[in-house]
């Protein structure tokens, strides 16, 4: 029998955030390079049925009452996306609701546009492929840090013990996880590893990751707003400049990407709620 509630155990450890000025240089690389080799094992990980978005949608609830009883309705169930780019749509059009929401001033329009214009570069990625797109937060990832096990290089044990929360799960491309803007050697070092590489696309990668800092720039709070709004400046020039150098170039296919009233319609990313 399924049950409507999951139980988790808190993993053992320290957020890195608490360790973080602590850390040597050595040591904070093999923190890293663990983040990486742990990105890319998820990254193995594909979509059940094939479809792409947030974890919460592509997995069927065990407990979902999908037939018409006496009692209750039916209640139509969670599914993914086609294409990447339709998920991706939907993500960012929940965190531009929740801006409009509780009125974050910001051009929400011309993010739309942007974006629509730019979606079928997104299209390039067609196996949904798992990532946590916090995992490189230091607040979210935890660590078993021992001093006293130190090596002859003086380094301590410091080892990866899970994350606290798994809630910002997405199937899609690994690429939009907040690690990947702004990379250190180690991560890469653990990312890239031994054997075959888990990304796609490579040729417009970097299109898709100038839509992946917008979305990630925009404020989901007035308290990050200034900071939000400097970024987003800054990555809505790069793609008016992206979108011209494409008209220019002649003409491209693009898949219906669903933006528009259809895409608001879509239930947003579940936030963690522990």
């Not at 910001?106 to 995992?135: F, K, N």
């Not at 006293?148 to 690994?174: C, E, Y």
């Amino acid at each position: 029998m399924a049950y409507p509630y999951s139980i988790f155990e808190e993993p053992a450890g320290q957020p890195l955030s608490t360790l973080a000025a602590h850390l040597s240089g050595p040591e904070r690389r093999d923190i890293d390079r663990q983040i990486g080799a742990m990105t890319k094992a998820l990254a193995a990980l594909t979509s059940p049925n094939g479809t792409f978005g947030a974890a919460s949608r592509v997995f069927t609830e065990p407990n979902a009452n999908t037939t018409a009883g006496p009692q209750a309705p039916a209640v139509a169930p969670k599914v993914g996306f086609k294409t990447w780019s339709e998920a991706f749509n939907a993500l960012l059009e929940g965190i531009l609701r929740d801006g409009e929401d509780i009125s974050v001033l910001l051009p929400y329009d011309v993010i739309r546009a942007r974006c629509e214009r730019l979606s079928w570069h997104l299209d390039a990625i067609t196996l949904p492929r798992l990532t946590i797109l916090d995992i490189g937060s230091e607040a979210n990832v935890m660590v078993s840090y021992d001093k006293s096990k130190a090596s002859s290089s003086g380094s301590a044990d410091a080892k990866i013990t899970g994350l606290r929360s798994w809630a910002q799960g997405v199937f899609g491309d690994p690429l939009i996880a907040d690690v990947f803007t702004d990379p250190s050697e180690g991560f890469l070092e653990g990312w890239r590893g031994e054997g075959r590489t888990m990304t796609e696309g490579e040729e417009n990668a970097d299109v898709r990751m100038m839509l992946y800092r917008c979305y990630k720039a925009v404020p989901d709070s007035s308290q990050k707003e200034l900071k939000g709004r400097r970024k987003l400046t800054s990555v809505l020039a790069e793609l008016e400049k992206t979108d011209a150098m494409n008209d220019g170039g002649g003409k491209r296919s693009r898949s219906p990407s669903g933006f528009g009233e259809e895409a608001s319609k879509r239930p947003k990313l579940e936030s963690d709620t522990a």
